[in-house]
């Protein structure tokens, strides 16, 4: 099934997976405000869909996976400075409260703005040619949401190093592995059909589990350990007669396991 938008393309597959891919090429996927929205439109659709288990995020083109917010044209910020949004709270499916498991694939440039979507991501990976960079103090640009963001996946030191080198640095796909940034690097012509296989893997899985699981880990976040884990506990009591229910009707196939 594919529904109609006009700077990305959603689709999903009978596996449960719905794939939602950039579709800015000639911007190199940058983000305005009709994607911010269809971006948040395309979050509720996975949310609210029984059928789709698990989402495939990527960006189109051979250049970059996404060059962050497009400067070249007015987001469209009301007058009133008070009234004024991040754009990625429309581009967070946390923020939406979409807790369906997201897997980002990373080709080419990602930078800036981009980290919203990385940031956000269950399971990134990305191709041998991907390079990570934030460029916003080399136009006189405080860096500042996206690395607090970043910080949670890779900690302070590199997040810092990341956001104050600009453009004088990139992260390759070989450093951004080891400092886990990403989890896995493939060749960049295996890329969309490996995050499909991740996205498919988790999808087969019962729904009631892994969204509960997503919840309880990001939620932990924001707060104290022993507060975190009083919750997650409560999160399992909720969730675990659901799933269990879910795989005794629709046992999942056995089928070998792998070293990763």
């Known amino acids: 099934m594919t529904a109609a938008y006009t700077t990305i393309t959603y689709e999903t597959t009978p596996d449960r997976v719905a794939t939602i891919t950039l579709h800015r090429p000639e911007a190199l996927n940058a983000f305005d405000r009709t994607m911010c929205e269809e971006i948040r439109d395309a979050w509720h659709r996975v949310k609210a869909d029984p059928h789709v288990n698990a989402v495939v995020l990527r960006g189109s083109g ?3 996976f ?8 007015p987001y469209g ?3 009133d400075v008070w009234n004024h949004e991040d754009p990625g709270e429309l581009l967070s499916p ?3 409260k979409c807790w369906k498991p997201v897997v980002c ?4 440039m990602c930078t800036a703005g981009a980290f919203y979507f990385v940031n956000e991501s269950d399971v990134v990976i990305c191709s041998d040619d991907a390079t990570f960079f934030d460029s916003h103090v080399t ?5 500042a949401v996206e690395p607090i963001g970043l910080m949670r996946r890779i900690g302070l030191g590199d997040t810092l190093r990341i956001a104050l080198m600009g453009n004088d640095e990139r992260v390759a796909a070989d450093t951004a592995l080891r400092i886990g940034l990403v989890t896995e690097v493939v060749e960049r012509a295996r890329l969309w059909e490996r995050a499909h296989e991740i996205a498919a893997g988790i999808a087969g899985k019962p729904g009631a589990a892994t969204q509960g699981t997503v919840r309880a880990i ?3 976040l924001d707060r104290p350990y022993r507060a975190a884990m009083e919750q997650s506990l409560i999160y399992t009591r909720l969730g675990n007669p659901v799933g269990m229910a879910e795989a005794e009707a629709d046992p999942a196939p056995r089928k070998p396991w792998r070293l990763r």
């Open 218 to 220: 990001w939620e932990s």
């Open 94 to 96: 946390k923020w939406q």
């Open 62 to 64: 051979d250049r970059a």
């Open 66 to 73: 996404c060059a962050g917010l497009d400067t070249r044209k």
């Open 139 to 143: 136009y006189g640009r405080v860096c």
């Open 77 to 79: 910020q009301p007058d």
């Open 105 to 108: 694939a990373v080709q080419g």
